[in-house]
């Protein structure tokens, strides 16, 4: 007589049998094995939770590594020994409702993860609800009444979302400020703001800076050594980029050179542009590295990550051209969303195309070749983003991230495996990097001027030349053409490679690189003539005065003065190449400093 698990078993007590058997990688196993029903960062952050069983417990493992898993083991634990009666699951988006409610099933843990608001309170036969932060702001006193009602447990997935607005941190402090116990769980334990994150605990460093303090981390690092994670290549592009300003300026700069922000911004936007050809060359460079890891990982599929739906849904039609097959494209807003993105998680097709929805929480565990064609540079949405690419499934992928080689994503990708605390006393500015809503402030122009601008701003050309590969914080190869046996030397390595392995053979590939480059008689551009650097010089010029002197609110012709009481020669028409170069330096210099 074949016995029936616990968990289905009519007098079987809960828990015990489910929980053993969920996968520590939910929704799938590590595919090398192992015969314990939880890794051993589960296993450990476990027996320091049961040591003293606090109210509260800030998990920070990063994605991949298996909070979920760790999260219902931890509930079934609390459910069997009566510490608990209701379990109460935060997820930041509707999607991630689902994906909790199945996860739990396989735990034996019933979850309604289509309770509403309306709905007040939900029927016995489940343990407890998954809702949204969204879903809490709205009515927190339902959920403040379902908290009271029985011994508690909330798990507050990614709980930095809590913080992002005022009155989703109140909501979350008046529906589970009653609970028994509270579980906070995130992949990446900072924000890019100062807002206090509900139920964490903050304590002051030595400079008096109050850092989040967590209970149990797992980081990064960690999890590459214990193989829990996929190693990750990132393969920068680099290019010429030329735009036209809201001014009327028409600009030309090279990506990745340090430029100011607003040359840096303008440079990004045009790389991103689907009409231009740095994006188009990015994606078939993307495509031959997908061919060539499928030969050994025959199921792997890629995802870009797009700014906007507008250009998600012309990138889309970009891989379709390049691939040969029809991308599925997934939109914040749409209702089908969900399904959509399970229905590509189970499938084998190529390409998914997401603005932002895929960043986090979200298990497609075979996506293995990535775009990141997004203007988003916090190291938050960052790190939730390539979490998307390091499951791991069995020893030896490789996650592969394509991305434009600006400064900002350059210093993430170099610092994948920092460790960062969510500090309440510090400069917004401190790494840095852009900021998504500076961006858009940039791209929306002030709206205090009195007149509109006369011109939109407008991308004009672009093109891309491979830069360097970066692993950890190594960098590898040299600027080269797309398309040559240069570049095929990085995007045409192995799908399937050990991660120590990863190094020896890319300082390989970078020395037979080296070599060829040496070896190539050199070809001589022919001089452009004067007029065109002249010409091209004097926009730079000309468009960094109206930078400062739209901060300022001076003349444009008192900015030109300055810089030429500052650096000397005579007006700009007369200006010689090096006069015009001495004074770019110089505004260049006062726009930083703002």
Known sequence: MTSLPASTHPNAHFGSWAADHLSPSYPERAAWGTAQPLRAWQQEALE????TEPRDFLAAA???????????????????????????????????KQQWADAAHKAGIRLDPDFSNGDGDYPRQYHGVVVTYAQVAARASVHERITRSAPSLIILDEVHHAGDALSWGDAVLEAFGPATRRLSLTGTPFRSDTSPIPFVQYVRDERGVRLSQ??????YDAALRDSVVRPVLFMAYAGTMQWRTSMGDEMKATLGHGDTKDITNGAWRTALDPGGEWIQQVLRSADVRLTHVRQTVPDAGGLVIATDQAQARQYAQLLRSISGQEPTVVLSDDAGASDRIGAFADSTTRWMVAVRMVSEGVDVPRLAVGVYATSSSTPLFFAQAIGRFVRSRRRGEIATIFLPSVPPLLTLAAELERQRDHALDRERDDD?????????????????DREPAPFTWEPMESSATFDKVLFGDLEFGQLVEPETEEELDFIGIPGLLEAEDVSELLKRRHQRQAARIRERPAAEAPPEPLYRNMRE??????????????????????????????CGGPPVAQASMQQLRDRIRYLRRVVDKR
């Open 537 to 566: 010089e004097r926009q730079l010029l000309n468009s960094l005065v109206a930078i400062v002197a739209k901060r300022r609110g001076e003349a444009h012709a008192l900015v030109h003065a300055e810089s030429r009481r500052v």
């Open 432 to 448: 840095q990097l852009l900021d998504d809503d500076l961006m858009a402030a940039a791209e929306q122009g002030d709206k205090d």
């Open 214 to 219: 967590t209970d149990y981390a797992y980081g």
């Open 48 to 51: 320091q939770y049961f040591r």
């Open 62 to 96: 990063t994605p991949g590594a298996g909070k979920t898993t760790f999260a219902l083991r931890l509930a079934s634990e609390l459910l069997r020994r009566g510490a608990v009666q209701r379990i109460t699951v935060v997820a930041p988006t509707e999607h991630l």
